[in-house]
C-alpha cells in the first residue's frame, strides 16, 4: 500500500477555521431558530467595487470573441497587473519592479507554499501568537517534531506576543534561516513601527534569515508613520519577500487574486555554500505547478489601482475601520481589555479572569450566538486572548455589542 | 545564509514550454517579418462558450450587491459544481460522488501538488515520454537522485511508449507506491483501452500501488469503447485518482479550473503500517495551502453542464479534432509516421531519419517558423518524436501543412 506522508499526522486535529466552521454548524442544527453572528473567520461581506466589476464582465466579454480570447496567461501573471503594483509600490517609496511580483490566487497559498523552496533542515521562527498556516506547512514539509503538550511543535522557534511585551516579539536566539511575520497583524490587529521593523531587517543581515513578511492586511494602516511594505525599510530587499493580497483589500476572498514580491538580489545558499537567487527558485516553482490566474480577475484587480478602483475601495476599507473603532470602544467600555483594531481589521481581547480561549468561543456561542477566533487557535500565547473580526456589516456589529453588554455589563 | 532546497539543483535548466517560449522569442526578434505558427504549447484559440459567459456575468454581478455577495468559498469547492460534475461521472457510468470532488485552479496544479501527500521515500512509477510536472514535482521534493546522461532520473521506474510496443506501456517491475498514468495521452494522443486500463487497476490491487490517473484530454474520446475516466473500471476506486480540467473541454486555459476525485475508501499507509484516507489527506493540504476557486469561474464551469454548455462545447472540441484529422492525414500523406490525433488533440510524429527532436523543433522553426514541441522534452523515450497541437484556427492548421508541405513533400 502506498506510502504516504507521515508528517501529516502531527498536525493537531482540524486545521482552526474548519473546526470553528464545524463547532458553528453543530450550534446551529440543535439551535435552528437562533441567528448566529459569525465574526469568526476573517471574511469581508461588503460588495465588490464597481470598477473592478467593469473590468472583470470586460475581460469575460473579450473572453468571448476570437481577437480577445486569452489562453494561458504569463505564469508570473500578466504585465498590466504587475506594473500597476509595481506603480504603487513606487508611488509609497519602496522599491518594487514589476519583474519582481508573482502574482497569485491569493496569500494563503504563497505563505503556505513558499516554504518549498527552502531545505527540510531550514530552521523556522515565528511568533506566536500566528497565522497557522505557517506553522502547518512547514510541520506538513517536514521540518518540525512533535506537538508538545503546550502546543509548540519540535524545531520551531516560537516568539511570544503578549500584552507584558506590547505584542513586539523578541528577536530570534537561533539564527533561523526563515522568519515568518506579518503586520498589520493576524491574529492580534497590532503594527509594526518603523523602528521596529528596521531592527528585524537589520537582525536578518546579521543572522543570514529570510523575513517572509506578510503585509495582507497594509491597506488597514492609517497611521502615515508605519510602514506598509517592508521594502520601505532600507536594506530590506536583501532580506525579504513580501505578500499581499486582494483578499481585504478589495474584497476579493471569493474572486481569488495575491501576489508575492521576492527582489531579484535576493539570495539563499545551497549545499555547496552556492548563492541561489530566490525569486528563480520561485519561479521555478510558479511555473511547474501553477498555471496563472483567471484572466478576468487579473483584470479586476487591475481595476483596484484605477482612480474610481481606489475611491470605492477606500470607503469599503474606511466602513471595516469604524466597525473597528466601534469594537473596540464597546469592548473597553464593557471592561475588557482590548489590542489592535487601529490600524487593523482585527480586535484582540482578552477572555475574562478562569476563562480559556476555546472556553470563551464556547460562552459565547451558547449564550448570545456570537462566534469569535479563540486565540489558542493560533498558538500557546493566544490563550487567554480571542479574535473579533471587524468584516461584518454595521448593523451586526451593533447587534454583537448589544448582545455582549447584555451579558458583561458593568454592575 | 538562508539554506534553500537543494533538490531544485537536480532539474534540467529550464521547464520545456519556457524554454520552447524562449527559443521561439529569440527567433522572432531576429526575423520581426516572419509570420510564426505556433503549435507547440497546447494552448486552446477558440473563444469561452457563450453559457459560460453569460454564466461568469450572473456571477460577478451577483458579487456587487450585499445578498449575492460571497466571500471565502467552500475549500474542496462550491456543491453546484461539486453536485454538477458528479452528475455527469455517474451518466457515464462511473461512481463517483459529490463529495469525493475537489475543485481547483486546473489539472497543473493537482498533478503538480498531488505528490506532497505521499512518503518522500515513496516510490514513483511513470511513463516515458511524460508531461513533465509528473517528474518534476517529484525531482522538486526529493524523491529522485541525479539525472543521467539520457534524462532519466535515479529512482525513478520509466515505462517506455515508442512505436514498438504500440505506445502501451509496460507494468512496473518495482511494486511503485505511486504510478502516473494519462489518457488520452499527453503528449503522444494515444488512448488506453479498457483492456489496458482494467490490467492496470488489477495491477495496483496486487502491488498496493495508487495510480494518478490525468484524464484532462477525456472530452477528445470519440470511441465509445474507450474509457473516459478511471472509475469506468470495477475495482478503480480502490487504487486510484483521477485529474480532470475544463481547459481543453471548455477552453479553460485562461479561466483557470479544474478538479480531482479521491474515493471516500482510497487509502494510504502510515509509518506504523497504519491505513490513512487519502481522501482526507488532500482535503487537509486543500484546507491548509488553497483558497478555493474564484466564485464566477466556478459558476462558469457549472454552466459547462448545462444543455447550451454541452451544446457549445462539442461544437469546439468538434472543431478541434477535425483539425487533428487534418493534420494527421497531410503529415500521412507526405510520408510521416504519425500516432494519435484520433481521440486527442496531439499529433505525435517521427521525426525524419537522422535528425533528433530539438533539431526538427530547430528546422521547422527557422525553415517554415512553425512551432511544435520536441518529443525529448517529454523525456528519453521522446527522443526521435515530435508533437503538433490540434489546437489551433483552421486557417493556420492549413497554413501550417502548406509550409510543411512546400518542405516534405514526395518526390
Redesign the interface.
Known sequence: ??????N??K?KAG?L??EISRRVRVYQSEHPDLKIIRMG?G??????A?AV?TA??KA??E????S??????P?LGYDFLREAIAKEYKARGAHVEASEIFVS??S??DT??IQ???????SIALTDPVY??YV??NV?A?RTGEIDAEGRYAGIEYLPMHADNGFVPPLPKTNP??IYLCSPNNPTGTVMTRKELTAWVDYAHKS???ILYDSAYEAYIQDPSIPRSIFEIPGARKVAIEFRSFSKTA?F????CGYTVIPLEL?????NGN??S?HA?WS??H???????????QRGAEAVFSADGKEQIRSTIGYYLENARLLREGLLALGFEVFGGENAPYIWLKTPKGVDSWGFFDYLLNEVQVVGTPGAGFGPSGEGYFRLSAFA?RETVHEALARLAAKFHKS
Chains 1, 2 share one sequence.
Open positions: 500500500m502506498a506510502r504516504i506522508n507521515p501529516y499526522s498536525l486545521y477555521f474548519p473567520i471574511d469581508v461581506v461588503l460588495p465588490i464597481e466589476r472583470m464582465h469575460v466579454d473572453m468571448g470573441t476570437l480577445g480570447f486569452r489562453g494561458y496567461g505564469d490566487d491569493g494563503k497559498c503556505g507554499n518549498e523552496i527552502f531545505a527540510t533542515n531550514a497557522p498556516v502547518d506547512t506538513m517536514g534561516d526563515v543570514g534569515s529570510v474584497g476572498t471569493g474572486v481569488r539570495e539563499g545558499t545551497g549545499l548563492k541561489v530566490l527558485l521555478r516553482r511555473a511547474t505547478k501553477f498555471n496563472g490566474v483567471s484572466y478576468p480577475v456589516l
